[in-house]
Each structure stands twice: as C-alpha cells, then as structure tokens.
C-alpha cells in the first residue's frame, strides 16, 4: 500500500450514525432517566467522596485499666470454713496481652499447697479403677493431671481412682462461683489511647484531644469522644449483661472507625466507637464456652517448693481500629466522572428495549388495531424497521432459492454441489417489505421482442434439450458449465406450470430495454451506453432487476441463484457482442 494511502486511512475519523425519534413520550422518559441518573453521579460523588484519594490508616494503641475490687475467699482452717476478704487491684486482676488487646478477671478458681508428688487422680470415666489393673503405667491423656503410676488407690470414701505423679492435691472439676467474684469490675474503667499516621498524606493525630477531660466517661450521645469506658456500659450497648458474662468470661470487640476528610475546606478527623460480641455466647457446656486459662504462683515454704493454681475466667477486650483518610485528587475526580458518565447509556438502552420488546407481528392482527397498546406496537415497529437492518453472515455456502408458486423464499445454509439446487430443500425465509415508490417512475413499456438469426438458431438448438427431470415449466436449459452444473439446475417453479418468463411482468420489469436504460441512467445520468457494452450492461442490470423484483432486496444480490429458464431468457434478450 503506498504511503499516501497510509496517511489518507489513518488521518480519518469514524462516527456513529444517529436515528432521531421525533416521540413526546420517550424524550420525556429519556430526560426522567438522565435526570436521575445525574442526581445519582452528583450524590455518589459528594456522599462517597469519589473526588479524593484515600489511603488506610496506620494505627497503634495504648489501654490503662482503673478500679479496686473486694473479694469473699472461703478457706479451711483447723477444720472449720472460714472468709477472708481480699482487695484486688489493677496489677491483681489485668494481664499483658500481644497486639490491641487487654484482659479483665472477672472470676477465678484456686488450688492452693500444690506440691510436686503422688496422689489419687481426680475422678473421671477414665481414672476410676478398682484395682491396679485398671491402671496403666505411663499412662497419661492430654485432659489428666499428671502420669500413672499403675496403682489404684483411694480418693475418698469408696472411691478409688488411679495414682498420678503429679503437683498435689489436683486441681478439682468445679464449676466457677456464681455470682463472679468480681462482679464488681463492671464499675471498672479503661483508657484507650489510638494514635493513627496516613503516611501517604502526611497526616498524624490521635483520639484524645488536647484539653480533654480524662475523668469523662464515655456516652454514645451525650459524650461520643470520651476515651474512657465503662466496663458494665460496653456491655449494655450491646444488649448483654455484664454480671453473667462475668461468670465464665467472654471476648467483646471495641471498635474505632475513623473517616477522615483531609481536606482543608471540610477538614474532619475524628473517632466513631462502636462495640460487638466475638465470643459465641450460644455454646453449650460441651463448646468450652466462655474465656479462661490457667496461671500458677510458686513459692517455697520450708525450702519446699510449692505452687498455688489459679483458674482464670474474665473478659478479653480486642481493640479494632480501621478506617480510611481521603483528600481530594484531580486524577480520582476525572476517572469517577468518565466511570459514571456510562450510565447515561442506561436511557438509550431502556428505550431500545422497549421497542425491541413492543415489536412484534401481532400488533399488526386486525383483531388488535383498535386497542392503544397495539397501536403503540405498531409506531414501535415502525422505529424498529429504521433503526435496524437484518443482514445475513456472507458464506461460501448460502444460497437463496425463489419459486414462482411459493409466498417465500428459501435459504440454502450448506450445498455440496453433487445434487440439484432444484432439490435441495432449504429454511424457509419471509421476503423483506418492497418499497414501490420507486416502480412509478419506471418508463414500463409494452414490450418487443430483438432478436438476431444467429441467436435464434443457438436457442432453438438449445432447446432440444428438452424434457429435464428437474425442470417444471419446460423453459429451461442444461448448463454449459460442468463445474456448476448441479448449481445451475434451478427451475422457475416447484411444482409444474407456466413458465415465469412468459408472464408480462417480466417481460415489462426484467426485459424491457426502455426499464433497464432508464434504471442505469437513473443511478448514472452520464453513462455512456456504446454499442459494445450495452448488452452486456443492460443484462446485469435484468439479472438485478428479476433479483429484486423474485427476492425483495439487492442486498441478496450475491447469494441469489437465478433459475435456468430466468437467466437463459435474458441471455436470449441481451446476448454478448459476439451473439453468445
């Protein structure tokens, strides 16, 4: 290709044709769906911030718990229960977690005198025993005390369970106390301190403000950025109650959102607190439900060494802060408007639709004509005729068939080439609408037989061939070319009768040469019809013609198959300069 022709197809632009529907209803229905849809793009933009870049947050947190708890221990002393009561303090009840995370005691278990030794197992389905067999040497299981020794001996009473080697006297299978112990830590307190950095923006703050009073307590209304929480009020805002929680402990999740504007006309960067149960407060006793683990005290007393185990059942408190800093961005500003700006293509879209969907033959049944839904079907497809052109994917294969004696015409998706046109049976297809505003210009004259005696004679020798088994209007020829001879054998008609080329029509619309020469004027006043090239022009114009005329449309100019006995009467007429 040269590089002028290059330049010429690549400096070019393309755009789409548009069809105007001059219709009161859709503009309205089109300005409702654009209006809208603008309203939508301006609320997105302004209530989600699409205008800005936004970034998460890095976070850090820091918690102080406060409060002082008085607890009944019973004890046994020369062999009667005694109570003692035992302050607690932060340092007794609070343990160092890993991460945003801080643990409250609200109930616990002790053992205490536990020294390293021998001693009955407690009893359970595994560790009852009635004599040494029932005990194995070693033997130990992941929910034991310790290991056996092979002796059973006895626990108490009747009762005899498996010797352990283990710390002395085992913990007991109890349930914790009810009420919690510390079911006065409800009145405890923490202070939560959050620091946050958007390092993409460059921006550091924290969740207590300068000047703030830190003997505030947190209210969800009345004081929304207090840093300081209520233990017993954390647990109202979710609708638990503390004192039962507190029995057998729990996890509770305190969460920090923060939605940062960062910038300066609408600066805002603070704190929203909101709360949610973690643990699964539905678990049965089989679940393990609740929160607690065990820790132990060790000391010496007459240089022995000792232990007192402590089961510990409490509230772990999980601190999680999320959120995101946005600040407007002229890059994120010009990419939302150009994703939003597709939805206007929603209209277009709806409006097709409904002409697509109210398009339809029946709307054209007499029996519905009166009705206004059926009227408006009709103007639909009227819209759906100039908005859409049907065509046909090209293949080497396709080919479309007219009969005289049939209402349609066919189409021929696959053809072999071995068998007859005339009896291959193809799809049945509907003939497009003829527009025949055009056929009243047409110069139809009365038509006159040209022929030369040369000619005459090669036709009368053709037609010696008569009698074809294909043929049914006894008008047609064999082919002349081997290589198409199936695909020439095509008659006017599928079942016997008069021949299409004797019919006046034809010879009016495909044979007339005051037709053809006013046709090929008509889409070129100038040519120049010469005597060489008339024929030839004149025959190509009649094959068209009887195309239009047998198929409705020249856009299956290059599919239809003219039959035998159409396109030998146009040779006849119109033969080549040497009277071929």
């Known amino acids: 290709m040269p590089d002028c022709c290059i330049c010429s197809y690549v400096l070019q632009h393309e755009t789409n044709k548009v069809i105007q529907i001059r219709n009161t209803k859709y503009g309205i229905f089109k300005w409702i769906l654009h209006i809208s849809m603008s309203s939508y793009i301006i609320f997105a933009l302004l209530s989600d911030k699409l205008y800005q870049h936004k970034e998460s947050l890095i976070s850090s947190v820091h918690t102080k718990v406060k409060g002082v708890a008085e607890v009944k221990e019973e004890f046994i002393q020369n062999g009667s229960n005694q109570v003692k009561n035992t302050v607690f303090d932060t340092a007794d009840y609070t343990f160092p977690l890993q991460g945003n995370s801080f643990f409250v005691m609200t109930n616990f278990l002790k053992t205490e005198g536990q020294v390293r030794g021998l001693c009955p197992e407690q009893p359970t389905r595994r560790t009852i025993c009635n004599s040494d067999r029932n005990c194995k040497k070693g033997w130990m299981d992941p929910l034991s005390k310790g290991i056996q020794t092979g002796r059973c001996i006895m626990y108490k009473g009747t009762l005899k369970t498996c010797e352990v080697s283990a710390w002395c006297p085992t913990e007991a299978v109890e349930d914790p106390p009810r009420p919690a112990l510390l079911n006065s830590a409800e009145n405890f307190t923490v202070l939560i301190k959050n620091n946050i950095d958007f390092p993409g923006h460059n921006y550091t703050t924290r969740n207590i403000l300068p000047g703030l009073n830190i003997t505030c307590i947190f209210h969800k209304i009345q004081n929304p950025q207090c840093p ?69 005290k060790y000391y010496k007393e007459n240089n022995i060494e000792k232990r007192t185990l402590i089961k510990v059942f409490g509230i772990r408190f999980d601190i999680l802060v999320f959120g995101t800093g946005g600040k407007f961005n002229i890059i994120n500003l010009l990419v939302n408007i150009g994703s939003t700006l597709s939805y206007f293509g929603l209209a277009t879209l ?154 006046q029509l034809f010879k009016s619309l495909v044979l007339s040469r005051d037709v053809l020469q006013f046709l090929l004027l008509y889409k070129e006043p100038f040519l120049a019809l010469d005597a060489d090239s008339t024929n030839s022009k004149l025959r190509h114009c009649a094959y068209r013609c009887y195309i239009t005329w047998r198929f409705g449309s020249q856009d299956l100019a290059d599919f239809a198959v003219l039959p035998s006995c159409c396109r030998w009467r146009i040779r006849e007429e119109f033969p080549k300069s040497e009277g071929q």
């Open 350 to 503: 709806i409006i097709d639709f409904l002409i697509n969907t109210y398009s339809s033959k029946c709307c054209r049944s007499q029996v519905y004509s009166r009705c206004n839904f059926c009227k408006s079907c009709v103007v639909n497809e009227y819209y759906y005729q100039k908005k859409y052109e049907i065509i046909v994917e090209p293949k080497a294969t396709l080919k479309y068939v007219s009969f005289v004696d049939e209402p349609h015409i066919r189409m021929v998706k696959h053809y072999d080439g071995e068998t007859s046109l005339q009896y291959v049976e193809g799809e049945t297809v509907s003939k497009p609408q003829i527009d025949f505003t055009d056929l009243s210009r047409l110069p139809l004259s009365v038509y006159s037989p040209r022929h030369t005696s040369g000619q005459q004679e090669k036709i009368e020798l053709c037609k010696k061939h008569s009698g074809l088994p294909w043929c049914q209007c006894g008008n047609c020829l064999p082919s002349q070319h081997p290589k198409n001879k199936h695909l020439e054998e095509l008659c006017c008609r599928k079942t016997q009768g008069p021949c299409i080329t004797t019919s």
């Open 228 to 296: 300081v929480f209520r233990l017993g009020d954390i647990f109202k805002e979710v609708g638990d109650n503390f004192s039962e929680v507190a029995i057998q402990g729990g996890i509770m999740g305190i969460e920090i959102y923060w939605d940062c504007n960062l910038d300066k006309w609408l600066h805002s960067c603070r704190p929203k607190y909101s709360f949610r149960r973690l643990d699964d407060k539905t678990a049965n006793e089989s679940s393990f439900p609740g929160y607690n683990f065990r820790y132990a």
